[in-house]
Nanobody, 117 residues
Framework: VQLQASGGGLVQAGGSLRLSCEAS????????MNWYRQAPGKQRELVAG???????NYADPVKGRFTISRDNAENTVYLHMNSLKPGDTAVYYC????????????WGQGTLVTVSS
């Protein structure tokens, strides 16, 4: 299984970006699709997640600004980021959990988002 993330870049504060992550390979039953991020000197943290039924969850700092969505036919997860802040600067990683109970976990390579003030 491979995850290919894209969409990162440099944006001014207040701007928007959309991240995409496509999963390919021998995939069986994607349960959860998630976005994590890791800022310099900080631990990786969960940003947003979406279950197979469409239920979503968000970290408090991004609630109301970020929206996660998925296209099951394309095995793709998106992260729409609005009203970006310098504090959102990080490498963003996509993550999926597959299998009957989501016991298998895969990570993408990361895409850098830089928000300038």
């Amino acid at each position: 299984v491979q995850l290919q993330a894209s969409g990162g870049g440099l944006v001014q504060a207040g701007g928007s970006l959309r991240l995409s992550c496509e999963a390919s390979g021998s995939i069986f039953s994607i349960k959860a699709m998630n976005w994590y991020r890791q800022a310099p000197g900080k631990q990786r943290e969960l940003v947003a997640g979406i279950g197979s039924g469409g239920r979503t969850n968000y970290a408090d700092p991004v609630k109301g600004r970020f929206t996660i969505s998925r296209d099951n036919a394309e095995n793709t997860v998106y992260l729409h980021m609005n009203s970006l802040k310098p504090g959102d600067t990080a490498v963003y990683y996509c993550n999926i959990r597959t299998g009957l109970v989501g016991q298998y976990e895969y990570w993408g390579q990361g895409t850098l988002v830089t928000v300038s003030s």
